[in-house]
């Protein structure tokens, strides 16, 4: 098997338990640390915190198709949609960003 893969620190696949507030109810969402740590990093480039980020997915998803069977799941393939295509995020993070806002 591939060192890159078994040499991978055990602390980015520690699962890691976070309680998140959605519409105003309190709950906790189990996932590795890899994850988290890409979620705040989406979060960041969107100039929010991490709650609000995972609060407003949450709502558009709901919005968009009624219901949401796995939100952890979703999550975690947030991060690789992110992940696969993170310059044509970038790019559209930018194009939405105010023009004051832009260095």
């Not at 990093?41 to 997915?57: P, Q, T, Y």
């Not at 949401?68 to 939405?96: E, G, K, M, P």
Request: charged share 20%.
């Amino acid at each position: 098997m591939c060192k890159i893969f078994r040499t991978q620190d055990p602390a980015t696949y520690a699962a890691e338990t976070r309680a998140i507030r959605l519409n105003g109810h309190a709950t906790s969402i189990r996932l590795e640390a890899a994850f988290w740590t890409t979620l705040e990093e989406i979060a960041a480039l969107e100039g929010m915190s991490l709650g609000r980020f995972v609060s407003i997915l949450h709502d558009e998803i709901l919005l968009d198709q009624g219901e949401l069977q796995n939100f952890a799941s979703l999550l975690r393939v947030t991060c690789l949609h992110w992940l696969n295509n993170r310059d044509a995020y970038q790019a559209d993070i930018a194009r939405r960003r105010p023009a004051s806002l832009v260095a």
